[in-house]
């Protein structure tokens, strides 16, 4: 991971700084919050490189659980420790969970409306759109990668094919080339032989 001097790598000021931050990172975050986490964490509050956002993000995906939870959880225990990984998942979740429950109701009342399917499958297609151009966004950060751009772009399009042309299940994916990945990784990092 590369290291900034302090004033380029500000981290969070306190607990409560750490809680309101990821209250506004959640209720930003419908459909899609990969383009916002990235945005918030590594360009406006620069807690984070855009190296280690990659790094901390992959380790996210592949832990049980939505993977901005684990990610808070991560960054909350990096800077505080139990206390900022249990804050920082209360301010993933607590006044989401309250919306949530409100929009509930709501929908139920109205789900039979043409309307309201209308609007969901609207923003399905924005959520997508906002991921690949993160996914776009974050391309340049590869090139300091120990496998190599070539080899990242190559399980990129693997996990592409695998997972939405031939429908294989996402477990499957992440165990073999994932697998595969992390072991030409280690191969990569080890020190030379003398």
């Not at 990821?22 to 986490?37: M, P």
């Not at 789900?111 to 906002?130: I, K, N, Q």
């Not at 094919?161 to 429908?167: D, E, N, Y």
């Amino acid at each position: 991971m590369s290291s900034l001097p302090a004033e380029d790598h500000p981290q969070p000021k306190s607990l409560t700084d750490l809680f309101v931050s990821f209250t506004l990172l959640a209720l930003q975050g419908f459909g899609g919050v990969l383009a916002i986490v990235q945005r918030e964490l590594v360009e406006k509050k620069r807690w984070m490189t855009r190296e280690e956002f990659i790094e901390d993000w992959a380790v996210a995906q592949i832990m049980p659980g939505p993977n901005v939870i684990n990610l808070s959880l991560m960054i909350g225990s990096r800077y505080f420790g139990l206390k900022g990984a249990m804050v920082a998942l209360a301010g993933m979740l607590t006044v989401p969970l309250v919306l949530v429950l409100l929009l509930g109701v709501f929908y139920a009342h109205f789900a039979s409306h043409p309307g309201a399917a209308g609007a969901l499958r609207g923003m399905g297609a924005v959520a997508a759109g906002l991921i690949a151009a993160t996914g776009l966004k974050l391309f340049g950060a590869l090139k300091s990668n120990v496998l190599g751009i070539r080899t990242c772009v190559a399980f990129g399009a693997a996990c592409f094919v695998a997972v939405a042309l031939l429908r294989w299940p996402l477990a499957y994916v992440l165990l073999g080339l994932g697998g595969l990945a992390c072991l030409l990784a280690y191969r990569g990092l080890r020190p030379a032989a003398p």
